[in-house]
């Protein structure tokens, strides 16, 4: 008569190569099954197991990709799009909104909203000149900033940064930041969307953007009140 119930065998020993990772696999296995009229003998649950750890290995490897991040340094390289102007921007998980050097600032009307005017004089990294220029960008909203010195109040604009091969458009309040080293800042808002950060790193990587590169488009949410 054919056998009943669950049929379990222990401490197989698995040594073998996956043709689709390449990677040795060894160890011990158990395998429990419901016969359906007949026991299979050992050496195929052997070749049913070697599949299922092939298969395992697989989703471990994706796994492991979707979980990889980029690590950047405390300090790197940004650049402006579409303009080309490639700044050095600190990376300050203290701060919320990403923040960028700006004098000038004047609020005017256009098609019936409210835009910003501003300029900025900053080095270029790639060519190593100063470059000014005067950009208009519509009013995103006003950022309330409150310290020791009182209340100040920052025009907010959202600009598109590259950031190693990907661009993010993110809010970016204005401010002269002409006593301050670095020309750019960037918050969490844009940090949690690029991936680690070294803080004994600097200059990891290189903004290399073009028409092709993904952009991560600026998200609003409640903090927007921040």
Known sequence: ????????????????????????????AHIGYLPGGAVLG???????????????????????????????????NAQLVPWGVTLKAKLDTGALTSSMHATDIEKFEKDDETWVRFKTRVEDQRTEEMVSKQYERPLYRQLE???????????????????????????????????????MLLGRRTIKHLGLIDVSETFLNNP?????????????????DD
Not at 1 to 28: A, M, Q, Y
Not at 50 to 68: F, I, N
Request: aromatic share 6%; charged share 30%; proline share 5%.
């Open 145 to 183: 900033v409150s310290g020791a010195g009182g209340t100040d109040e920052r025009p907010v604009v959202l600009l598109e940064v590259c950031m190693n091969n990907t661009i993010y458009e993110e809010q970016f309040s204005l401010r002269d930041r002409g006593d301050m080293i670095y020309p």
């Open 42 to 76: 050992l050496s195929k649950l052997a070749r049913v197991e070697k599949l299922m750890l092939c298969a395992l290995l697989t989703a471990a490897s994706a796994g492991h990709a979707e979980k990889e991040k980029t690590v950047y340094g405390w300090v790197e």
């Open 1 to 28: 008569p054919p056998p009943s119930g669950l049929v379990v065998v222990r401490d197989i020993r698995v040594h073998s190569l996956c043709e689709h990772h390449l990677l040795p696999f060894f160890g011990r």
């Open 208 to 224: 290399e953007c073009d028409h092709d590169s993904k952009v991560v488009e600026n998200e609003a949410s409640e903090d927007d």
